[in-house]
Structures are given as structure tokens and as C-alpha cells.
């Protein structure tokens, strides 16, 4: 009983820690540019399979190769959002009218670099093996490569929270998620911290995409599920709020591990997504959120 | 919107041609073409009758619902559900002459069931979620088709044990009826949602939901019930999207939650009224043409890239036309205004907007 509570936190933790660095990239994106990037899970994705092709095609180290395929979604994010996003920011006649007309967008953008990376990728499913190695704990086998998943996503969580609160850009951020205008008048150029903002977003979600496709089979398709969960552990963490993110990740990791471990790994789809509509039609400002 | 007295003539024409489109198309399927542009035609309607029905409630209020699938996704389990109880204990025992009117007589039931539990699954869920503001609508009405997909899949796989039904006559294992059975089906469909959203359009509730897409603060202040209005008019757009999915079980033959809750039939029909433009009554259809036609050349010719452009087509029409096509028709007419210098026109292209 003991040890299958503890492997349920355990669990819990590895995969929580994952999704809260998932839901920083959207909360980032939603909370600061009000853009619900429903594509986010597709830059997580991108993260993933540009990992997989540079470890299988040039052996390089998948932690390493961060320093390719983290700038490449920075400049990614950053010019979708100087291109699409900010144009449609600049005519919308409303917050609200920018939110649903950004959402549509993000839909197409999701299908445009989904198939874009089917086209590259295949379908097909890929793994590779990366640190495998198992590590015994309370009776419990765990895997080197998921340890230093949660290590490198609690310390870029760490990172993102100090680079938000104590930074000048950071400031700059935080203005503009409170009021835009102001800030604006404040001296901050709207438009390149928001753009950097995305940006920012892409850029972790790719982190996230390298740390899961270290221990997780990969295919062009996992996207969607990814936006779910962190669409979920926003509502929970609330919106904007960095701690919350990672509180949220934590509860969501440890709800899917009971789901996994307890019940019917079949059934945790439908939990989660359950979780989600019940979250929304309740607390959609978070349970952690200020309203 | 309102048309007045000097244009009753045009108003006579328009009727006219409509008229005359409608003979056409009620006389369409014997013209000796073959099946394929029966088919295809069914298909400009079946989206037709989303598109509209989604611009019905999301066009007017502004919210927006991507909840299409699901209805239509109910209606299709409602049909298919319905078949396989009545399958056995009256399809069966039919004599072999009886049984097409029987099946036909039920599918026009089973149209009639799929709008109303479509209607009343809507009618609860929008008062539920209608108090959630625009963004949160649109993602919970998102998530709510998955789930509703991944619940029925989890129930069919470990309760029922089964992936999947077969809609088939039982004997011959033929489909329940004709391309043309379904084709008139759809075509009533179409007409009975155009007409529905003509009369809201004109009716008090159409220019509440006007006013709702305005201004919502507003309208509550001005006395108008917004929830109430806001819930009437998504059941009663949910009724045709159900209705049309309840007929196109027939077509598709064989069910299962991934191909009945498949999400292109939320997006398809809110690119196809956004492309269309939803200024005017008849925008949506033909952006429901236009777009099924190129869906139909894609998925034939470049199945790799249909998502793609699908896609790029989302997010240019988004950018770059916000009033769709129908929107460009007062653009045009301005030009042409401009370099005739017309004599003060310009009430007509306000009308639009």
C-alpha cells in the first residue's frame, strides 16, 4: 500500500514536472500576448522530432542539442507572432475579438506545422534509447533518462521564473500582461515583448518536446494532447502564475499516475479531458488564479 | 438588414432566381449524371447546412462555437443507435418489398430524433456553459467534442465490447438506401435551416443576437434576456447539425466515434462561413461550396497536402478577409462607385456590416 503510494508520487512527480514546464510555454503566450496558442503542442512536437533527427542523424547528445533546436523555435515563435499575430492584434476591434480570432488562427497553425512535419517525418512512430539505464528505488525500477528530465524541468522552471521576476525584460513582460497600453506608454515596445513572448513560449515548449522524447515514442501527432494538458494545469495553476504552473503540473502528474497505476491507462484521456470541461465550467480564472 | 419598399422589385427577382435554383436542384438528381455529382452536390449541402447553422448562433453572437461535431456526431449515433435496436425485431421480419419504405420512413424519424436530441443536448448544455465568455466557450465546446469521442469509444470498447457498427440492410447487407433518398433528405435539411435563420434574422431574436454581437452589456441594459437568448438560439442551431448527421449515417456506413465526432466537421464549417462571409444569408453556402469542392480535389489529389493548405487557407482568410467573400462584394461596388461617381449611394453597402 505504502509502496504504491509512493510509486504513485513518484510518478506523479516526473511526469508533473513536464507539464509544468508545458504549461509555462502557454501560459506565457495566453497570459501575456492573449494569444491561446492551440498549436503550442505543436512546437512541442517540432522540439521532439528535431531532437530525434539530430540524435539519429548527427549522434548528437539530445540534452545538447537544445543549442539547435531552441533558437530555431525562438525565431519561429518570435516571427509568427511579428507576422500573424501582431496584425491581427493591430485590427481587432476588442480583446475579445483578437482572442477568438487568434484562436482560430492558432487552429490553422496547428495543422499547417502538422502536416508540414508529416511531410518531413512520416507518420511513423520513432524512439531512441538515451541514458536507459534503470536505477532502483523502493522496490521500484525507474529510468535515468525521466531523473533527469524533471531535474532539467524544475531548473528551467527556476530559470524562467527568476529571468520573469528579476530581469528588465522580465518587468517589461510582466507590464505588458497587466496592461498593455500603459506599459506602452511606459516605454515598452509592445509589439517586440509580446513577439519575444511567444517566442519564449515556442522556445520552452521545445525544451519540453526534448526532455519527452528522451524516455516517450514520438510521431508527428502528439501534439494535441500536450495543448490539452496544458490547457488543464493552467486552469488549475491559474493563468500567468509561474508557481501555479508547476503546483498545477504536479496535481496533474499525480492524478494521471492514479489513473495509470490504479485504473485503466485507457481511461485517462477521457479523465483529462473531463478534468478540463469540469475546470472551465467552474474555476475558469484557476483554482490558484486571482479572478 | 432592412429591406424597404424600393426594393421590392429586386426582392421579386431574388425570390425568382431562387425559385428556379431550387427546381433545378430538386430535379438535379435525374438529369442521367453519374452518381459521383449526386454525391458531391449532397456534400455542398450537408456543409451547407453547417455552415449556416453554425452562423446562425456564432456569427450573430459572436461567441464562438466549435461545437459542431458533437451535434453532428449525435446525430449519427442517434440514427445508428435507433437502427440497431429496431434492426433485429422489425427490419428483419419485414417482407422483402416492405422493407425500403420502412427503412426510408425511418430515417426521416431518425432525422427528426437526431435534431431533437441534438436540440436538447444543447438546450442543457448552454445553460451551462453560455455564461463562460468568449474564449473559454470556444475551448470548452473544443474539448467537450474529444471527450465526448473518447468517452463513447471507451464505453463501446469496455462495455459493449465492440469498435465500431456497420449501418446495413439486414439480408442483402446493402446500404439503408439510395445516393438520391439522402440527397432529397439533405436537400430538405438545407432549406428547412435556411429558412429557419431568414425568419430568426428578421424575427426579435435575430436582432437581440445582433445586439449580443454588439455589445452584450449593452443589451442586458437594454432589457434583452442575453442567456435566454444565447441558449435558444444554439439549441436551435444544434437541431439541423444534428438532423444532418442523423442522414449522413446512412452515407457512411460504417460508425465508430473517431469518424463520427472527427473534428474537421467543427473547423470545416467555421472556415466555410468566415471564407463565405456571414454579412449575408447566402455566405456561408457559398463558402460551404466553394470549400467542399476544394476539400473533395484535395483529399483526391493531394491527400498529403490537404491539411496543409486547409490550413494556410484558415489563417489567410482570418488575416485577410474578415468580411469573407460576401464582404468584398460592397468593396468592389465602392470602386465601381468611385470611379462612375454614382450619385450618393452608400446606404446599400452600410446594410452589410
Sequence with gaps: ?291 | MNVTRPFTRRKLLAAGLLLLLLIFLATFPFYGLPSYYTVLVMTFFMFGILAVSWAMFSGATGYMSLAPAAFFGIGIYTTTILYSLLKVRVFSVLPVDALQPAVNAFLIGAVVAGGLVSFVLALLLGLVTLRLKGIYFAIFTFGLVVFISELILFLEIHITGTRGRTLILPGTGAPLCSNTTIYYIMLGILVATLLAIYFIRRSKLGLAMQSIGGNEEGAEHMGVNTTRVKVITFAISAIFMGAAGAIMAAKLIYIDPIIAFNLNYSFLPVLMAIFGGMGQLYGPVIGAVIFAYIQRILMTEFPKYYMLIFGIILILAILYMPGGLVGLVPKLQKVRLLSKLWKGGGAEQRANT
Design chain 1, 1 to 291: 500500500m505504502i509502496d504504491t503510494t509512493l510509486r504513485i508520487v513518484i510518478y506523479g512527480l516526473l511526469t508533473g514536472g513536464i507539464y509544468a514546464l508545458i504549461a509555462m510555454g502557454l501560459s506565457l503566450q495566453y497570459g501575456v500576448a492573449r494569444v491561446l496558442n492551440i498549436a503550442h503542442g505543436e512546437f512541442i512536437m517540432l522540439g521532439a522530432m528535431l531532437t530525434w533527427a539530430l540524435h539519429t542523424g548527427f549522434k548528437m547528445n539530445p540534452l545538447l542539442s537544445l543549442a539547435v533546436s531552441g533558437p530555431l523555435l525562438f525565431v519561429i515563435g518570435f516571427l509568427i507572432h511579428r507576422t500573424l499575430f501582431k496584425s491581427l492584434r493591430t485590427r481587432a476591434p476588442s480583446v475579445a475579438a483578437f482572442e477568438g480570432n487568434s484562436l482560430l488562427a492558432a487552429f490553422g497553425l496547428l495543422f499547417a506545422i502538422q502536416s508540414i512535419a508529416t511531410l518531413i517525418w512520416t507518420a511513423n512512430t520513432r524512439t531512441y534509447t538515451y541514458l536507459n539505464i534503470g536505477v532502483e528505488f523502493a522496490g521500484t525500477v525507474y529510468t535515468v533518462n525521466r531523473l533527469v528530465a524533471l531535474a532539467v524541468a524544475v531548473a528551467a522552471s527556476v530559470v524562467f521564473y527568476l529571468f520573469v521576476t528579476r530581469s528588465r525584460l522580465g518587468k517589461a513582460i510582466r507590464a505588458a500582461a497587466q496592461d498593455p497600453a500603459t506599459a506602452g506608454l511606459m516605454g515598452v515596445n509592445i509589439d517586440m515583448v509580446l513577439a519575444i513572448c511567444f517566442g519564449l513560449g515556442a522556445f520552452l515548449a521545445g525544451l519540453a518536446g526534448l526532455l519527452i522524447s528522451m524516455y516517450n515514442a514520438l510521431s508527428t501527432t502528439i501534439g494535441l494532447n500536450y495543448t490539452v494538458i496544458a490547457l488543464i494545469v493552467i486552469v488549475l495553476g491559474g493563468l500567468g502564475s509561474i508557481p501555479g504552473s508547476l503546483i498545477g503540473g504536479f496535481i496533474l502528474g499525480i492524478i494521471g499516475s492514479i489513473i495509470i497505476i490504479r485504473g485503466d491507462p485507457s481511461l485517462s484521456v477521457v479523465v483529462y479531458y473531463g478534468i478540463f470541461l469540469i475546470l472551465i465550467l467552474v474555476r475558469p480564472a484557476g483554482i490558484l488564479g486571482k479572478k
